[in-house]
């Protein structure tokens, strides 16, 4: 791959159960180092990070060198649906994820998988009935 005329020989890793949503909506597990050249690719500017642990140091760095606002919605989900979950904090956190003016956006927990699925499907549920 060229760029600015010269080779680039990066690999894209994308984060773990990284998939599109619909258009500039993501989700995926935790990123990591390894995968922020392919989350540069995504042009991101915001991240919703779903877990109540304090994120990655260099995950932060990473994100104030790429000027991304991160949304932490603190949630602790471990079974389908997650559990816990004030009324108050899903509102929040839904508004965040439909602000245009935040995407493209990743929403992402430890591993991608149950959490970020019941907020997809959240998400498509308000969507569908809106229209």
């Known amino acids: 791959m060229l760029e600015n005329g010269v080779a680039n020989d990066a690999v894209y890793v994308p984060p773990s159960n990284f998939s599109m949503v619909e258009e500039n909506i993501f989700r995926s597990g935790l990123p990591s180092p390894i995968n922020f050249p392919f989350l540069e690719t995504l042009n991101l500017r ?57 995407h493209p956006i990743l929403i992402h927990c430890k591993r991608g998988k149950v959490c970020c699925r019941f907020w997809a499907f959240t998400l498509s549920a308000i969507k569908s009935l809106s229209s």
């Open 46 to 102: 915001s991240i919703i990070y779903l877990c109540p642990e304090p994120y990655p140091e260099e995950n932060c760095k990473f994100l104030q060198s790429q000027n991304i606002r991160l949304f932490q919605f603190g949630i602790e989900g471990k079974k389908e649906p997650p559990v816990a979950m004030s009324t108050d904090t899903i509102s929040e956190a839904l508004k965040v994820l439909i602000d245009v003016r935040n």
